[in-house]
């Protein structure tokens, strides 16, 4: 009975008690030893094994600021890369040598000339001059340009409609 006159079982029942305690020792939750896998205690990151000498554990601020600094170094150096995979590349002037009605839409020949040191390939941007800001915007993809060459290609546009027209060409470099 407990000392104010009820049973334990009674007074859990009724929510007026924390539950019975078990007879059974409590585990201790741990977690594997971030060296050897070994339990420790979840305050403690290396076990007596590992850190023979007893040394402060790495605080969670200081793994945390380790992984972002490999974060940030790693991405620096995918800007490096980036970097060196385009270089010499363009820069790039374009013209337009023929529009023709074909199919729905236009066969346009752009020529397109490659100044820099390195072959590559760039985006073109065709618009109607009469119609800049309120008209359609064609992106077309060139194909390879070897470096300090000049190369014609044919599109096939159906954004202007069939008639012939004079169009502007920009090409942009990466």
């Given at each position: 009975m407990a000392w104010w006159g009820l049973s334990a079982a009674g007074s859990w029942l009724r929510g007026t008690m924390h539950p019975p305690m078990s007879t059974s020792p409590s585990r201790e939750l741990t977690q594997p030893c971030v060296r050897c896998g070994r339990p420790v205690p979840l305050d403690i990151a290396l076990?007596?094994?590992?850190?023979?000498?007893?040394l402060s554990q790495p605080a969670a601020s200081q793994v945390h600021g380790t992984v972002v600094l490999g974060i940030i170094a790693f991405v620096a150096f995918l800007a490096?890369?980036?970097r060196i995979s385009v270089a010499g590349i363009g820069p790039f002037s374009a013209q337009l040598v023929n529009a023709v009605p074909s199919g729905v839409g236009?066969?346009?020949?752009?020529?397109?000339a490659n100044d820099g040191s390195a072959a590559g390939s760039t985006t073109c941007h065709l618009r109607d001059p009469e119609h800049r800001f309120d008209g359609p915007t064609v992106r077309v993809q060139t194909p390879i340009v070897p470096a300090g060459t000049t190369l014609t290609f044919d599109r096939d546009v159906d954004?202007?409609?069939?008639?012939p027209l004079r169009l502007d060409v920009t090409c942009t470099s990466p």
């Open positions: 076990c007596e094994l590992c850190n023979p000498l007893g490096v890369v980036a236009l066969t346009i020949s752009i020529s397109i954004e202007f409609g069939r008639l």
